[in-house]
T-cell receptor, first 110, second 120 residues
Framework: ELKVEQNPLFLSMQEGKNYTIYCNYS?????LYWYRQDPGKSLESLFV?????AVKQEGRLMASLDTKARLSTLHITAAVHDLSATYFC??????????FGTGTLLAVQP | NAGVMQNPRHLVRRRGQEARLRCSPM?????VYWYRQLPEEGLKFMVY????????ESGMPKERFSAEFPKEGPSILRIQQVVRGDSAAYFC??????FGQGGPGANVLTFGAGSRLTVL
């Protein structure tokens, strides 16, 4: 059974600092997604990573995928308050279901 | 394109009542997925449906929960005799193809805004 783990579960950052969220998964998959969720809202798709070595960047966020290590990272550069949200990674299972990680609650402090 | 529409957005039920949650997929999408999010947790897969067929219900509780996606109309997630532990946000997502198979469009899974169920 595919398991997806994120760390840290909670991250308090100061504005302007850099940090990385990690997403590990237990079985082979070559497709990984990053989503953002604001409190009480739905999920906003951030990145779709479809192959080993894939790297995508949007603004202050950059995501990468290493399928051999079963690891994806979401790197935050020079954090701003607007990035405060919960971030989920999700991996596609062999039965084509999207399996979500536990989420990382990011709080960016002024 | 109105996106994935879910209603009601908020639903309050007393223990023992029934809850019906509706999901209208995006236009042209015939594949629907339901997920449940308990407070402070990630989303858990419940069921995957195509028109008139349940394809994968491996995440559905064995009792009290059912889902359908009729030929006409929205997909319905039905919870009978609700209990407090059913309180959660229920999200629907849709896809134009079998998710993950086919071309670039198959990698799209669009989520609705969710229905938040509170059981008193």
């Amino acid at each position: 059974e595919l398991k997806v783990e994120q760390n840290p579960l909670f991250l308090s950052m100061q504005e302007g600092k850099n940090y990385t969220i990690y997403c590990n998964y237990s079985t082979t998959s070559d497709r990984l997604y990053w989503y953002r969720q604001d409190p009480g809202k739905s999920l906003e798709s951030l990145f779709v990573l479809l192959s080993n070595g894939a790297v995508k960047q949007e603004g202050r966020l950059m995501a990468s995928l290493d399928t051999k290590a079963r690891l994806s990272t979401l790197h935050i550069t020079a954090a701003v308050h607007d990035l405060s949200a919960t971030y989920f990674c999700a991996v596609v299972s062999i039965t084509n279901k999207l399996i979500f990680g536990t989420g990382t609650l990011l709080a960016v402090q002024p | 394109n109105a996106g994935v529409m879910q209603n009601p957005r908020h639903l309050v039920r007393r223990r023992g009542q029934e809850a019906r949650l509706r999901c209208s997929p995006m236009k042209g999408h015939s594949h629907v997925y339901w997920y449940r999010q308990l407070p402070e947790e990630g989303l858990k897969f419940m069921v995957y449906l195509q028109k008139e067929n349940i394809i994968d219900e491996s995440g559905m509780p064995k009792e009290r929960f059912s889902a359908e996606f009729p030929k006409e109309g929205p997909s319905i997630l039905r919870i009978q005799q609700v209990v407090r532990g059913d309180s959660a946000a229920y999200f629907c997502a849709s896809s134009p193809f079998v998710f993950g198979q086919g071309g670039p469009g198959a990698n799209v899974l669009t989520f609705g805004a969710g229905s938040r169920l509170t059981v008193l």
